[in-house]
């Protein structure tokens, strides 16, 4: 016999997996659209350490003078975004499985642990059910920045008839950063993810496909549960724990 | 806070787990095909004045949502004079690659009715308007600028213009507004098509002036059209003739892929 785990809702695969192929259109035709206006660096005093983008990128990437088809692109799949991110949202919320994903109090500090394990500087990292500290922050920003490019997208798509909106991010120059700022940091969490779902292995990127986790009849992170789990902090009891032994299954499987 | 549940377990057979695991992977697989479909189909659509026919009719779509909340009271945020640019970006020289003619005049066409041809003078004796505000581009960057000149829709009610009545344009009367105003450069090299509400908003101006000086050659003398309501693609400079259609006049711009409406 198989344990296995549900670990990803059918709901939450669709939107994952929907959110990929629209995303990566919306911010390649943001690329377009950039390069029309690609005033963004970083400097320190007069040299310039990183500029968005050098000519090369854009050479490289064949994008130049595609603003029409950028904004065509754009303004067509936003809708596709949007739509998939109030679903999105609207599931965890409803489902409960917002309760796997909002960082607590102790998220932080497991977060810390978390990177601190995934660098070599620590041996063991802390339990968790669902998602560790540092995924939990990393997708609830996730979440919270897709809000903030609705936003500010909104902001700077119609910056006369939500003037309120525009003015209250800053401004139409602020908004239009702010709008890059949130795509730059999708391309650095997609990096990070890419990465960090490629050492997690292939049990945990099938489950995004199949929802399901398969477990090793004894794995010591995932102990048997032959009671309901209980609420309840565990008190302290007279009888002593029984110790949690791994299943043993039959040979055969 | 509501503490995180536990993960719901099952144990079953392997064959089971097997089998379901192949078939998640099978509609995976079928449904990866939909968004590689549906770049194929827009990419092998015919074309619609530049941009792909899916593509058009969904931006045709947002001009409709947009319109939906388009207010002559949502009003471009302004600046004080001292805010503005004092040289002002010109960008694009279409249309006005002459010599500005020295016996320009306003050539207004209405269907039905004989045209109108009016001097800078008729134009500036009506009320004049400041307005500092950022303009926009379509390419993404954006100035603040200080123009004058004259609200447009003072200048319609003026000459009872943009009416299939002939009377003055009467905002609780929609049915008699053309639905399109239409503006060309004398050499008809640019030409744009505006919805009549976007005219008609309080900030649409028929500028003469720019930082208080009469407006140079490079940014549209002797008039152009000032419209903050719109990206600076639909503020066309030089205007030779204006005309009032039901249907959309071409557009420059939107005849090379761009959106048509491009409100803002």
Same mark, same amino acid.
């Given at each position: 016999m198989q344990r296995i785990v549900h670990k990803h809702p059918l709901a939450?695969?669709? @939107?994952?997996?929907?959110? @990929?192929?629209?995303?990566?259109?919306?911010?390649?035709?943001?690329?377009?659209i950039y390069w029309a206006y690609d005033p963004y660096k970083i400097q320190i005093g007069d040299y310039t350490l990183v500029s968005f983008f050098p000519d090369g990128f854009y050479k490289f990437l064949?994008?130049?003078?595609?603003?029409?088809?950028?904004?065509?692109?754009? @303004?067509?799949?936003?809708?596709?975004?949007?739509?998939?991110?109030?679903?999105?949202?609207?599931?965890? @919320?409803?489902?409960?499985?917002?309760?796997?994903?909002?960082?607590?109090?102790?998220?932080?500090?497991?977060?810390?642990?978390?990177? &601190?394990?995934?660098?070599?500087?620590?041996?063991?990292?802390?339990?968790?059910?669902?998602?560790?500290?540092?995924?939990?922050?990393?997708?609830?920003?996730?979440?919270?920045?897709?809000?903030?490019?609705?936003?500010?997208?909104?902001?700077?798509?119609?910056?006369?008839?939500?003037?309120? &909106?525009t003015s209250l991010l800053g401004g139409y120059k602020a908004a239009r950063l702010e709008h890059f700022l949130l795509t730059l940091g999708y391309v650095f969490f997609f990096v990070i993810h890419i990465g960090q779902v490629i050492r997690a292995g292939w049990n945990n990127f099938q489950s995004m496909v199949t929802?399901? +986790?398969?477990?090793?009849?004894?794995?010591?992170?995932?102990?048997?549960?032959?009671?309901?789990v209980s609420s309840e902090p565990d008190a302290p009891t007279d009888?002593?724990? +029984?110790?949690?032994?791994?299943t043993h299954t039959p040979a055969l499987s | 806070m509501s503490q995180e549940p536990q993960l719901p377990e099952d144990t079953l057979p392997e064959s089971t787990a097997r089998r379901r695991m192949l078939k998640a992977f099978g509609w995976f697989a079928l449904a990866s095909a939909v968004p590689v479909g549906v770049y194929e189909w827009i990419k092998n659509s015919p074309g619609a004045q530049g941009v792909k026919r899916p593509l058009r009719n969904i931006l045709n779509a947002n001009e409709t949502i947009a319109r939906t909340y388009f207010s002559n009271t949502h009003l471009v945020p302004t600046y004080s004079v001292a805010e503005a640019a004092k040289k002002a970006r010109t960008n694009g020289y279409d249309g006005i690659k002459t010599p500005v003619p020295d016996d320009w005049k306003l050539q207004i066409e209405t269907p039905n009715r004989a045209p109108l041809l009016l001097t800078i003078e008729d134009v500036k004796a009506l009320p004049k308007q400041e307005m500092v505000y950022e303009f926009k581009c379509v390419e993404g960057w954006s100035q603040i600028q200080h123009?004058?000149?004259?609200? %447009?829709?003072?200048?319609?009610?003026? =000459?009872?213009?943009?009416? /299939?009545?002939?009377?003055?344009?009467?905002?609780?009367?929609?049915?008699?507004?053309?639905?399109?105003?239409?503006?060309?450069?004398p050499d008809k090299g640019y030409y744009v098509g505006i919805d009549?509400?976007?005219?008609? /908003?309080?900030?649409?101006?028929?500028?003469?002036?720019?930082?208080?000086?009469?407006?140079?050659?490079? /940014?549209?003398?002797?008039?152009? %059209?000032?419209?903050?309501?719109? =990206?600076?693609?639909?503020n066309l400079k030089r205007i030779g003739r204006m005309f009032f259609a039901d249907e959309r006049p071409r557009d420059f711009w939107a005849e090379r892929g761009y959106d048509y409406y491009v409100g803002l």
């Open positions: 939450i695969r669709w @939107f994952h997996w929907i959110n @990929f192929p629209v995303l990566s259109v919306m911010i390649w035709s943001g690329l377009l064949g994008v130049s003078r595609r603003l029409a088809e950028g904004m065509a692109w754009h @303004f067509v799949f936003m809708w596709l975004f949007i739509l998939n991110g109030i679903l999105y949202v609207g599931y965890t @919320f409803i489902s409960g499985e917002w309760r796997h994903l909002v960082p607590n109090k102790n998220s932080f500090r497991e977060a810390i642990q978390v990177t &601190l394990y995934d660098i070599g500087l620590r041996k063991t990292q802390p339990p968790f059910i669902k998602y560790n500290g540092a995924q939990k922050i990393a997708y609830f920003a996730i979440m919270l920045m897709g809000i903030g490019s609705v936003l500010t997208g909104y902001a700077i798509y119609k910056p006369t008839q939500f003037s309120w &909106l929802g399901f +986790e398969l477990v090793k009849p004894n794995d010591p992170d995932r102990p048997v549960q032959n009671k309901p009888t002593p724990q +029984e110790p949690i032994e791994p | 123009w004058g000149g004259v609200r %447009l829709s003072d200048f319609l009610e003026k =000459y009872k213009l943009g009416t /299939h009545s002939g009377n003055a344009p009467d905002p609780d009367n929609t049915d008699d507004l053309f639905r399109y105003i239409g503006l060309e450069t009549i509400e976007s005219a008609m /908003h309080p900030q649409t101006l028929l500028a003469y002036e720019l930082n208080g000086e009469p407006i140079s050659a490079g /940014h549209g003398a002797p008039l152009r %059209l000032i419209i903050p309501v719109k =990206y600076g693609v639909k």
